[in-house]
């Protein structure tokens, strides 16, 4: 048993042994190993001590050229961006420059434009005042013409009438050439009343025409005056009227528009030779700003509108830029006085209404006319009725420069029964009446005379006279218009023109009623007493 131990213990031991002699051996081997893996760092780490010496080397001497190549890069850099900076603020100098050079053209053209639109505005002014002057002129001409003339025409007129009626009283002298002689008359009495129109269409031209505004419904000027259309369009040319149910009022002389129907319906007739179609048409419509803008010329607001439209052979552009102009004509024949358009223009003016043209050569033309609206009742207009006065020696005191139309108003007043005083001027009317014991009961007398105008002597012969009634006659009426050439509150006026009957019947109205024991009774004509 010891022997087995000791043997074992002797195994162990040897075991112990060899297993300290190999964990030398290990150990002196991971000595080892780790002294070469030491010396295998130290001489890496000196290797990479080394590339890092040479790549610090390598990069300062990389740096040291790299230095000179920044630094001239650096300074190619500053030399281009201060060639940048210097063409910049070359390109800016020059835009400035042309900038300011561009300021001084539009500057320069446009104190051009103002000045050739400053010229032109001063020579379209100019051009207006010269044809305002010119037709001032032509108006001021026309009204004394006008006035003389008319004088002229009621002297005329008046024997004309005079003769005519002697001659168809049963008592007159009867001879083989009396038909003939009658049939002169005729004539003469024709061609003075047709001067007398020419005159009137002078005066409406130039606006100084007595206009007699009243509220009217459009539509019953024009039935009115259809049949009249008719007449003078002729059998070749249909008229064709479409009139609007429910027309607004217009407030207009109904003797203008009608006027105005009349010269439109000629001009058409005579752009149709072959025959056509002439249309009258009416409505209401509204006028709006766009409308205005887009050229309308009439007013804003309510407005009744007329369009004469013919399908004849238009107007052309060379000619529609003259056609309102006074005494421009196409007729070669003499036929045309040039004053038809130039009228109805007058009268659309002194009624506010605008016209307007829309023409195509060879297919027709359209006028259109608007009128503003009046706020004021529509009365339906009465019927004239005439005078037949019973006159009982009423005294009239007729004054007019006019020696021939003074005698001749005289003899009118006097076989119809009045009293007639007459007077040259206002002074001596005047002076008369200062000196007439009785009552004058009725001043007739002259609107334009030298000395004293009829308006002067009818408010001096009120002082002398507080009962005496004033009947205006003129063939230029102005100096008694008020503003748009209506007459002006109670004033009651005869044109010459005019007629025995005319001068009576108003005559008859100022004294309708005025002076007791001389009466007014009414009837369907006119007659002497």
Known sequence: MADLGAERWAREQSEVKADNERRERREAHERSDLRADTERRERREAQERSDLQADRERRQRREAQ????????????????????????????????RESLERSDVESHTGRRE??????????????????????SLGQLAGGVAHDFNNLLAVILSYASFVTEELATPSAPDWPEKEAARSDLRQITLAAERAASLTRQLLTFARREVVRPQVLDLGDVIIEVQELLHRTLGEHIELITTLAEDLWPVLADPGQLEQVLVNLAVNARDAMPGGGTL????????????????????????????????????????????????????????????????????ILAQAEGQIQIYTEPGTGTIFTITLPVTNQALVPAAAPVPYQRSPKGET??????????????????????????????????????????????????DVVMPRMLGKEVAERMLAIKPGIKVLFMSGYARPVLASQGSLEPNVVLVEKPFSESELLSQAGQVLDGQFPGFTTSYGTDYRRR
């Open 66 to 97: 790299e230095r000179p190549d920044a630094e001239a890069d650096t300074e190619r850099r500053e030399r281009r961006e201060s060639l940048e900076r210097s063409d910049v603020k070359s390109d800016t100098g020059r835009r400035e420059r």
């Open 279 to 346: 249309t009258i048409d009416t409505g209401n419509i509204t006028v709006d700003a766009a409308a205005v803008a887009g050229g309308s010329r009439a007013p804003q607001g309510k407005n009744v509108r007329l369009r004469i439209s013919d399908t004849g052979t238009g107007i052309p552009a060379d000619v529609l830029e003259h056609v309102f102009e006074p005494f421009f004509t196409t007729k070669q024949d003499g036929s045309g006085t040039g004053l038809g358009l130039a009228t109805v223009y007058g």
């Open 115 to 136: 000045r050739r639109e400053s010229a032109e505005r001063k020579d379209r002014q100019q051009a207006q005042l010269l044809q305002a002057q010119r037709l001032e």
């Open 396 to 445: 009239v005191l007729v004054v007019e420069d006019e020696e021939a139309l003074r005698l001749v108003t005289q003899r009118i007043f006097t076989r119809n029964g009045y009293h007639v005083i007459t007077a040259a001027d206002g002074p001596q009317a005047l002076e008369i009446a200062g000196a007439h014991p009785g009552e004058i009961h009725l001043l007739v007398t």
